[in-house]
């Protein structure tokens, strides 16, 4: 963390300088995507001339986000002012605060949203090699470090229009098909509702924090041992096919807690987007969550880890 105000800026730099990187890198790719219109057809005039004033904006935006971060990495040495802390700890700067961190995490969604969506497009493969998360705390004493609180992902492409997608998770009548066995109503914004897994006799509080229209949706629950956030992204593709990436964050515990705490949540949800899409493809009920922890099977049983060799 920053010691003054000065560094706290130069620190952050990095916010306007990548997000000018990306910027520029989306005008390349629309410019690059001119060269394949075919001139032959009537449309492709019109899709040229918009991708050129899009592509020239982004360039312009590259140009002044990169001016920004440059500017803040410069008061790096500012002087550290008096703070009034009364002021400092209003509820208009904590409010605020609160908003930018929420932008962040909006950002980070989207942003891993869009990634898994663009490698699919890819077919699956990288554009460059992700390099390794730098090293900067342990959390086990073990010797094994996390740099950062870790998240869990994962994402499916759905073979229906994004509306038939985004009602599945809020309305139980349908959810109920393949996740959780009963609820207490449809999600609504600010209501607090509850799903039960009635084979594990485990039952859920859920709060909607947002719900955006064929767009997002976002719920708190328990978690392990605190509150977490699910969000769910909803992207529509092209061809009437619906791209759902979905996020659990907020995770608290020990390295090793947090490791299992991921892994948990990635194979639960993984599980979901399955029986999903079974279910809206092909009208199948594929019991994937009730069958992930069948009656009868020892704990030693469940997992590979867990076995003797």
Partial sequence: MSNTCGQGLAERSVLPAKLSALSAAMADNLEKHQRTLDFT???????????DVVATSLRSAATELQTIADRMAEYRALPMARHDERAAGSPEIRDAFETFIERERDLSVLLNTFIQQDRAMLGGASVVPE????VTASLNGEGIALSRVPIAETGMLIRRPVGDVFEAILNPEITTNFWFTKSSGRL???KRVQWDWEMYNVSVPVIAKAIEPNSRIAIEWPGHGSPTTVEWRFVPQNNGTTFVGVIESGFTGSGDELVKYVADSTQGFSLMLAGLKAFLEHGVRLNLTADRYPKGLAESELTLSSSKA
């Fill in 41 to 51: 057809d009537n449309n492709a005039r019109a899709e040229h001339d918009a991708y």
């Fill in 131 to 134: 390099p390794p998360a730098p």
């Fill in 188 to 190: 609504e914004a600010g």
